[in-house]
């Protein structure tokens, strides 16, 4: 590979996390921003990505349209980093389809459906898919498998969840991801032993099942909890993220990452080199 920076594209440039990931790749000396796509409409077309991020003017002006920016030479790319909703990250995939693109992918709160056509797309170019960017995340769900293992079916498992109150989805891409690496380590499946709500007359306590519950509230950025609750003792296993910049540093690390891989999906444990250490269990 040159040493040239690598170029980065972000896909919900105007959003919350899109101007933190304008500002992680500025910060990079190995990663620059050369195109920028948010909505039609958006008071940000047009602009000059700068006035997203605070940073130093680039130059690279904020467009309504990832076909536009295809078609221009002068606004090339060679990954991008798509934070926006689950129908626009797959209407970009499908867009990218055959054009030799790399794709990050951060959005959240895709139905089975949706989760299909985008491991699909997957065997075309390659892609990063990751509930949460954050390194402390991708930590935590190599501890969680482990004392799932450990602990096995005498520990009721409970997952809790908050976050800021504009959140759309629930329960959170993270939460749901922690609720597959204790299942999988169980040998359950999660959508036969999810409980997501809980109301009236309930009944006891299903030992197998694994339970969700989810706060949203002013402008938490995001907090998991698990617990491992047994008789006479109880664990929890927490991450707190106190600064979006954290997800952002860990996508663009990411994207720098893979420009050097081949078609297929890819996770953080692959991008942080412990792919297989999680595999070895
Ligand atoms: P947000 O609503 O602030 O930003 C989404 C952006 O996408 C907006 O600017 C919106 O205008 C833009 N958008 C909508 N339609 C578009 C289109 N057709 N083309 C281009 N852009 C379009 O939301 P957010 O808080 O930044 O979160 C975005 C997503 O990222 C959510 O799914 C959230 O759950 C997820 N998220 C993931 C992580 C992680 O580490 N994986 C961390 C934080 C948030």
Partial sequence: MSDSPVKIAINGAAGRMGRQLLAAVAERPD?????????????SIGVDTSVLSGGEATGVVVSDSLQDILSSAASDFDTIIDFSAPKVTLALLDTLKGSGKRVVIGTTGFNPAELDSLYNAA??????????????????????????????????????????HHKVDAPSGTALAMGHAVADALNRDLDQCAVYAREGITGARDPKSIGFAT???????????????????????THKATDRMTFARGAVRAAHWLSTQADGLYDMTHVLGIANLESAK
């Fill in 31 to 43: 990663t620059i921003v050369s195109a920028a796509v948010d909505a039609p409409g958006q008071p």
């Fill in 123 to 164: 065997e075309q170019m390659p892609v990063v898919f990751a509930a949460n960017y954050s390194i402390g995340v991708t930590v935590a769900l190599s501890l969680l498998r482990q004392a799932a293992m450990a602990l096995g079916d005498d520990y009721d498992v409970e997952i809790s969840e908050a976050h800021h």
């Fill in 215 to 237: 706060v949203r509230a002013g402008d938490i950025i995001g907090e998991h909890t698990v617990l491992y609750a047994g008789n006479g003792e109880r664990l929890e296993i």
